[in-house]
């Protein structure tokens, strides 16, 4: 992955041909696209946990455009991860009922991936901020 310079959902399927990232708008994505096939008939997993891929929001934001981003999907820290298997073609033997078009396998690294032997250790911390205001 560091090697591809993989930072995000996009530069994942960069190179690989017939697999591409479904837009959303606003920088979010819908998903992975493998064939034509797309949404949630690509089953897409992390370390054998199958993940959702889109949703629709119902509701109150159904006034920007009755969309929202793409679940655990945009969500996945990929400087965790350490391998990525993207399978082509139906494979609901292999990955269950909604593997249709087919299967994104991520591989989160492992402890030893991250700690040496008489090394130091601490942990990492990816910062987020979220502000809520309201008018009274």
Do not use: C
């Amino acid at each position: 992955m560091n090697k591809e310079q993989v930072l995000g959902i996009r530069d994942l399927t960069r190179y690989d041909p017939g697999v591409a990232v479904v837009e959303q708008g606003n920088g979010a994505s819908g998903g992975y696209s493998i064939r034509g096939v797309d949404k949630n008939r690509v089953a897409v997993s992390v370390d054998g946990v199958a993940q959702i891929q889109a949703f629709t929001v119902q509701g109150s934001l159904s006034g920007y455009g009755g969309r929202g981003g793409s679940g655990a999907i945009n969500e996945i820290e990929y400087e965790n991860i350490s391998t990525v298997e993207i399978d082509k073609g139906a494979g609901s033997s292999d990955h269950g009922s909604g593997a249709l078009g087919g299967a994104v396998a991520f591989r989160t690294k492992e402890a030893a991936d991250l700690i040496s032997d008489g090394k130091s250790w601490g942990y990492r911390q990816k910062p987020l901020t979220a502000v809520k205001t309201a008018n009274l």
